[in-house]
């Protein structure tokens, strides 16, 4: 239905620098693809949920991401991004784009990338 594929994960200092990007293509049966969104997950750790944003272009971030990271997303390049600013150790993890779509006659699905992993060296 909607495959997702992330690219840009990789290692950096702290205070430096990353710009994760997915990609995502469409069945003709997808009417819609609402929220898009980057969660994480750190080793032993739950996937959380970093950033998303709507058709709409409405934001949300989580409290840890606040005033360093920017959520961005283009529909013509079907293309979700999100600029990583002064990283810091604890935004290491394995990051996940996510869509929220709609199938004809079906409602609701979700759809995961394989992940990018970001390292974060101190």
Do not use: H
């Not at 702290?14 to 750190?42: E, F, H, N, P």
């Amino acid at each position: 239905q909607v495959q997702l594929v992330e690219s840009g994960g990789g290692l950096v200092q702290a205070g430096g620098s990353l710009r994760l990007s997915c990609t995502y293509s469409a069945s003709a049966r997808v009417s819609s693809i609402t929220t898009m969104g980057w969660y994480r997950q750190a080793p032993g750790k739950q996937r959380e949920l970093v950033a998303s944003i709507t058709s709409g272009s409405s934001t949300n971030y989580a409290n840890s991401v606040k005033g360093r990271f920017t959520i961005s997303r283009d529909n013509a390049k079907k293309m979700v991004s999100l600029q990583m600013n002064s990283l810091k150790p604890e935004d290491a993890a394995v990051y996940y784009c996510n869509s929220a779509y709609m199938v004809f006659l079906e409602g609701y699905r979700e759809a995961w990338g394989q992940g990018t992993l970001v390292t974060v060296s101190s």
